[in-house]
């Protein structure tokens, strides 16, 4: 088993003046839980760090329900500590890895960065990437009694920094996991691009024996409202317990700490900027929930079986002169000029609707598609699909050789940039045959 300490930090973070002075009259340390009363009330929760410029006249507490609340110190009457404290500043826990056994399924748990892979800034407020794979395990004790566990710092990096030179070493860092012999491999990364990242992979990584799970955080690690725990123990235990192959997105399913949904890798968005649930299938269900307190998978849709006898095929190269323009009222055709007299091989275009883009740009997509260039069309809606045939706009851009692709459209940019880099001339054919689930 495991043994873990939590090592209680005497300062009280941020705090100064009128409310710093308060907490230590009370004795209260950061990360002691307390019973804070207030005119009208109480409120029980966690004492949180502030950041060096937050004023002096309020502290914070953590809530059970995870959220932060601030509290007026004209307003407290008494702050009544309760039993324990919790380092909630300390990137190490100090914990001690013990118990390892060889019957645990292999999960190899990669880490790319993002904020599941960072801890808060208490000087400046921000977040900042702090944490390696091995640190992660050591934040989620629980991990052990699931799976045993290799953790491999590939890279730190925020997701809006990932290029496609950083999904090629990771889906070549997947590949060899996979050939060592891993019954699965979880990979953590920043939530912002993580759905253009699982389209990569699985376009990248074919005829798959194993789960391929990519894993992110709303909220840093390092909070007590983070989501990142909770997340990462549904990413491996379906990685370790699934009957699936293939790549798959693991999020929170609601905003509470319920359960975790399970997307295909070509199927899924995120479409808020905080919330726990803000990944999405489109057009579909996600093809699982976890459970992680009964550790039950309810699996919803059928995707390929796990099967370890399967060799992994790896194609993991990306056309860097690939383009995804979103088109938008006024829009200036020279834009679609540029990309054609600097090289580029393949555009995708996110039109409105059905699939439309102002005829002002049918002269410029015209040339476009003469020089060689490959361009598709999607649509802005989220959900639904194109039919460009309804209306004169969609059928004249169809006349010009525009391309309709029922994918989302950050999946048909990746899936182009693939289809061009590993397939040259057979790219036409490739973009309009199903590879991995990715057709709505």
């Given amino acids: 088993m495991l043994e873990y300490i939590w090592y209680v930090n005497v300062e009280v973070t941020g ?91 292999r999960i190899a748990l990669i880490s790319t960065g993002g904020t599941i892979a960072s801890r808060i800034d208490y000087r400046t ?48 860092d997947v590949k060899e996991k996979i050939e060592q012999g891993y019954d699965g491999v979880v990979v953590a990364h920043g939530t912002d691009t993580m759905h253009y990242t699982s389209a990569a992979l699985s376009f990248a990584l074919q005829n798959l024996p194993v789960p391929v799970v990519l894993v992110g955080s709303q909220r840093s690690s390092d909070r007590p409202s983070s989501d990142a725990s909770l997340n990462l123990l549904g990413s491996v235990l379906f990685a370790s317990y699934a009957d699936a192959a293939g790549v798959f997105v693991s999020m929170h399913a609601e905003s509470s700490d319920d359960r975790i949904a399970l997307h295909i890798g070509t199927k899924v968005r995120k479409n808020h900027t905080s919330s726990r649930d803000a990944f999405e299938s489109i057009d579909t269900t996600p093809i699982a929930y976890v459970d992680v307190d009964s550790k039950s998978i309810d699996m919803r849709v059928r995707v390929p079986r796990r099967d370890k006898s399967r060799r992994v095929e790896c194609r993991s190269r990306f056309d860097d002169k690939t383009a995804l323009l979103k088109f938008y009222p006024n829009f200036d055709p020279a834009i679609i000029e540029y990309l054609v007299s600097n090289g580029y091989r393949g555009l995708v275009i996110e039109g409105t609707g059905l699939g439309h883009v102002g005829s002002y740009c049918f002269d410029a997509l015209r040339r476009a598609i003469d020089s060689g260039m490959l361009v598709y069309m999607t649509s802005q809606c989220i959900w639904g699909r194109l039919r460009m045939s309804v209306y004169s706009t969609g059928r004249d851009l169809l006349n010009i050789g525009v391309v309709p692709l029922n994918m989302l459209s950050e999946v048909a940019y990746v899936k182009l940039s693939w289809a061009l880099a590993n397939f040259a001339d057979e790219a036409r054919s490739i973009m309009l045959k199903d590879t991995a689930m990715e057709f709505k």
């Fill in 125 to 172: 407020g921000g977040v900042r990437a702090a944490l390696s794979a091995d640190e992660l395990y050591t934040m989620v004790p629980e991990l052990n009694d699931i799976a045993s566990i290799d953790t491999y710092p590939l890279m730190q990096e925020y997701s809006e920094n990932i290029t496609h030179r950083h999904w090629s070493m990771i889906a070549e």
């Fill in 15 to 105: 705090y100064k003046g009128r409310a710093y002075s308060l907490l230590k009259e009370r004795g209260v340390v950061l990360g002691a839980e307390v019973l804070v009363r207030v005119n009208g009330g109480e409120y029980r929760g966690i004492i949180m760090p502030r950041y060096e410029l937050a004023d002096d006249e309020h502290i914070v507490i953590k809530l059970r329900n995870g959220y932060n609340i601030g509290l007026h110190i004209d307003n407290i009457i008494d702050i009544i500590g309760m039993e324990g404290a919790r380092d909630i500043t300390s990137t190490h826990t100090g914990l001690k890895r013990q118990d390892d056994s060889k019957e645990k399924p």
